[in-house]
Nanobody, 120 residues
Framework: QVQLVESGGGLVQSGGSLRLSCAASGRVGSISTMGWYRQAPGKQRELVATITSSGESIDYADSVKGRFTISRDKANNMAYLQMNSLKAEDTAIYYC?????????????WGRGTQVTVSS
């Protein structure tokens, strides 16, 4: 299995920046895509950004394009989300996700989440 632990959330004013980190452990060699998702109160969890194994493909939600940057450090089993120009609507719990392979089957692992609150 793969375990994920997020850190870096907090309270920030509108226009500010935060950097989220995700530390992976366990069967890290089986991880392919990693990503960040978020869930605001009363809303469904939504994709924020994903990055493939070697960073050759990166996708962002339209709402964060140009403001957020996802990156990955495979050597240290880390993923990051740099968030700039934060808005009140970015307030949510942010979850790290990893897709890993087990017996030719892709599985998902999730972290417990880190709270990001943007004050307007």
């Amino acid at each position: 299995q793969v375990q994920l632990v997020e850190s870096g959330g907090g309270l920030v004013q509108s226009g500010g920046s935060l950097r989220l980190s995700c530390a992976a452990s366990g069967r890290v060699g089986s991880i392919s895509t990693m990503g960040w998702y978020r869930q605001a109160p009363g809303k469904q969890r939504e994709l924020v950004a994903t990055i493939t194994s070697s960073g050759e493909s990166i996708d962002y939600a339209d709402s964060v394009k140009g403001r957020f940057t996802i990156s990955r450090d495979k050597a240290n089993n880390m993923a990051y989300l740099q968030m700039n120009s934060l808005k009140a609507e970015d307030t949510a719990i942010y979850y790290c996700n990893a897709v890993f392979w087990s017996f030719a089957t892709p599985l998902n692992s999730w972290g417990r989440g880190t709270q990001v609150t943007v004050s307007s």
